[in-house]
């Protein structure tokens, strides 16, 4: 009886030493796989915080530029310039739709947005000035080599930006932006009065341009649905161009922009020497810059591919999803 009682402790001892070896396991399993689990979630979030607009701002000559930026640092850089009389809030939706794959930056001007706006008389605005700025900014953030989307304002600016650099662009992507005379219509009339004489009179029809009315009609003229754009655009956008002193920034460019149209045979002659691969995606009903001024970049340009869209000015706000179509598949055909 004794020799039975001592074999079965024996045994039950055996039984629990291996029951708690396997527990001991498992446990180990478990915490193996937990801390898996747990890691995937952690991978996943950086990722997504790499994508993720974020907003920054930088001293750029003593001036405060903001800008938005998202995507990997070590991906292809796509600077979107924007135009009047917007800022890089124009692009709040195409900078998500191109972060997963591409390092974006979206500045403000001085005068626009969220950027310093200095008093005319404190700050040269001019758009020879502006393209400094936004070098010495992409300078700054050490961005060797990028593809420009230039928009309006965005153009001229990126044009000088592009001319004076040439060996750094990947490749350009024109929305609306002007390089020819046949681009300059109707719309300019009254702005090149201005240009003639800069009197009170001519610069009173300009002030429509700053209006709730005068910033409304550029965001919905020609456009398929207006019930698809946002108030928000000009709500936004008259938020700047109210403050005090603004009218007057904005006037300056307005007379400004007459010194853009010498330098179109000079840009023209940088599309034919150093064929940038091109990207034209133009809303064809834009009064302002009407598809008259999309064609002539043809005429320069070996690797250009133009599409006209059924609608206005800011096309974005009509046709993002198939503009961020387009700049994927052409960057991603150009090895970007």
């Known amino acids: 009886m004794y020799t039975m009682n001592k074999s079965f402790q024996a045994l039950a001892l055996g039984a629990a030493l291996l029951s708690a070896t396997t527990m001991a396991s498992t446990t180990v399993i478990a ?64 900078i998500p739709a191109l972060s997963d794959r591409y390092h974006v930056i979206a500045p403000d001007y001085p005068g626009f947005g969220n950027s310093a706006k200095p008093d005319v008389e404190d700050f040269d605005y001019s758009f020879d000035n502006l393209a400094r700025v936004m070098q010495k900014l992409v300078d700054k953030l050490e961005v060797k080599t990028y593809s420009l989307y230039l928009m309006d304002y965005g153009a001229p600016i990126g044009f000088r930006m592009a001319a004076g650099s040439p060996e750094r662009v990947d490749a350009l ?101 150093h064929q940038p691969p091109t990207l034209i995606v133009w809303g064809k009903n834009d009064y302002i810059f009407p598809a008259e001024g999309a064609h002539p970049y043809k005429r320069d340009l070996d690797n250009v591919e133009l599409h006209l869209l059924d609608t206005g000015h800011f096309a974005l706000e009509e046709d993002g999803d198939l503009i961020a179509e387009y700049i994927r598949n052409f960057l991603s055909a150009q090895g970007s």
């Open 31 to 94: 915490s193996s796989t937990a801390s898996h689990e747990s890691e995937a979630p952690i991978e996943a979030q950086a990722s997504l915080d790499q994508t993720r607009t974020q907003h920054k701002t930088i001293s750029i000559d003593g001036v405060d530029i903001f800008y938005r930026e998202a995507g990997p640092a070590d991906a292809p850089t796509v600077v979107l310039l924007h135009g009047f009389p917007t800022s890089s809030h124009m692009y709040r939706n195409l």
């Open 173 to 273: 992507i024109i929305q609306n932006g002007n390089a020819y005379d046949e681009g300059l219509r109707e719309f300019w009339d009254p702005i090149r009065d201005y240009w003639n004489d800069r009197t009170p009179e001519n610069a009173a029809p300009l002030a429509n341009f700053i209006t709730m009315e005068g910033v409304k009609w550029q965001y919905t003229h020609g456009v398929r649905n207006e019930s698809v754009i946002s108030p928000d655009n000009w709500n936004v956008d008259l938020r700047h161009l109210s403050l005090e002193g603004n009218p007057q920034i904005q006037l300056q460019l307005f007379y400004d922009y007459q010194n853009n149209v010498p330098h179109y045979p000079e840009w023209q002659a940088y599309f034919r020497e």
